[in-house]
């Protein structure tokens, strides 16, 4: 193979899908190089449509080939290199391994939104929805029978490690994150999954990212900062009332801490300031020069982004109003 394997992931602890390919390669010792864009980062909002065809991450680059999607992915890999045996080598294994595969692609919604993966956090026992427990049962059924029909073969769902297991990592990270009970005949698995030594880098790297980001933003904290009263009369005012969900409060935290980043970038913005208190319900003012300035702001693609994310999974609700600021004043003045 002349070209480098080039893969494209978002950070490390949220990117459930980025594991997946990535953990293949690794685990296989094949040679590729990583490329990790953040999710909310000026480098995403720059990059990725250029990237990445879905705008989503993974994405795999090789030679003048751009392959998105994780499955997609890992067949192209079993493709490059067959005599790794990505998938069983026994027809019925293969077949079994290609539906537990797909099922996992293609469902478990209510177990994805509910639990997302945050590898470095800890949220025992989050009460759980019937759908998400039905989702979290069925994940280890197919883990139980996957095991017992591998018997002595080896520790993977398949005997040796194939893409079923590839597909499946990000289970294991929501599993220990929200202290899911696992059942005795998928026990075995999750624990040989946990002490896998890629999934142990791909750990050390998720711990390592969030320690870097939290230290950049205490080295760099920018306060966020309302324009001063009387400086900024005349301007306009967006009110943004809410009620915060508990989930996902370190991905809440540095989407949060990027989109005053990002705010801070667009023309006409003058300021911003916030509060929230334990209840979850916070207020934060944003101020601009024009209303034009406040609708371009709600369009920019990582902000619309975010408005989505913060439908599904940051918001119980919120409230939005456009004022205008006809005079203002402080004290002491
Ligand atoms: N089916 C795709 C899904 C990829 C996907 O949704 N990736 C997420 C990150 S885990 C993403 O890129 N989200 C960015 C966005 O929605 O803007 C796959 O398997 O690769």
């Keep these: 193979m002349t070209e480098d394997l080039v893969l494209v992931l978002g950070n490390k602890n949220l990117s459930s899908w980025s594991l997946r390919p990535w953990l293949l390669l690794r685990h296989a010792g094949i040679s590729f190089r990583e490329r990790v864009v953040p999710f909310e980062s000026q480098g995403w909002h720059d990059d990725i449509a250029a990237l990445s065809p879905?705008?989503?991450?993974p994405v795999l680059h090789h030679g003048q080939l751009v392959v998105w999607d994780s499955l997609a992915i890992c067949e192209y890999v079993a493709d490059l290199f067959p005599d790794a045996q990505h998938w069983p080598?026994?027809?019925?294994?293969?077949?079994?391994?290609?539906?537990?595969?797909a099922e996992m692609h293609s469902g478990f919604a209510s177990m994805r939104r509910d639990l997302p993966m945050d590898v470095v956090a800890r949220h025992p026992r989050r009460t759980m929805s019937r759908e998400t427990e039905d989702d979290v049962v069925r994940v280890q059924q197919i883990w139980t029978e996957c095991r017992g029909r591998a018997g002595d073969a080896g520790p993977f769902l398949f005997g040796r490690f194939s893409i079923a297991d590839a597909m499946f990592a990000p289970v294991i990270w929501r599993?220990?994150?929200?202290?899911?009970?696992?059942?005795?005949?998928?026990?075995?698995?999750?624990?040989?999954?946990?002490?896998?030594?890629?999934m142990q880098e791909w750990e050390r790297d998720?711990?390592?990212?969030?320690?870097?980001?939290?230290?950049?933003?205490?080295?760099?904290?920018?306060?966020?900062?309302?324009?001063?009263?009387?400086s900024a009369q005349h301007c306009y005012a967006v009110i943004f009332t809410s009620k915060r969900t508990s989930s996902t409060p370190e991905e809440y935290d540095a989407t949060a801490r990027a989109m005053v980043?990002?705010?801070?970038?667009?023309?006409?913005?003058?300021?911003?300031?916030?509060a929230r208190g334990p209840d979850g319900v916070g207020?934060?003012?944003?101020?601009?020069d024009s209303l034009e300035a406040i609708r371009s702001w709600k369009d920019v693609p990582a902000h619309a982004a975010v408005q989505a994310r913060g439908k599904k999974t940051f918001y119980e609700r919120?409230?939005?109003?456009?004022?205008?600021?006809?005079?203002?004043?402080?004290?002491p003045s």
Excluded at 54 to 57: A, D, F, G, K
Excluded at 89 to 101: I, K, L, P
Excluded at 261 to 274: D, H, M, R, T, V
Excluded at 318 to 331: M, N, Q
């Design 175 to 198: 599993f220990r994150t929200y202290d899911v009970p696992i059942a005795d005949g998928a026990r075995g698995y999750y624990e040989t999954m946990l002490a896998l030594p890629a």
């Design 54 to 57: 879905s705008r989503r991450v």
């Design 283 to 288: 207020i934060t003012v944003s101020y601009w």
């Design 89 to 101: 080598a026994e027809r019925t294994a293969r077949a079994v391994a290609r539906a537990v595969s």
């Design 261 to 274: 980043e990002l705010a801070a970038k667009q023309p006409g913005f003058l300021g911003i300031e916030s």
């Design 318 to 331: 919120y409230e939005v109003r456009v004022c205008t600021v006809d005079r203002g004043y402080k004290f």
């Design 206 to 230: 998720a711990v390592a990212e969030v320690a870097a980001s939290k230290a950049q933003a205490a080295a760099d904290p920018r306060p966020a900062q309302p324009p001063d009263p009387q």
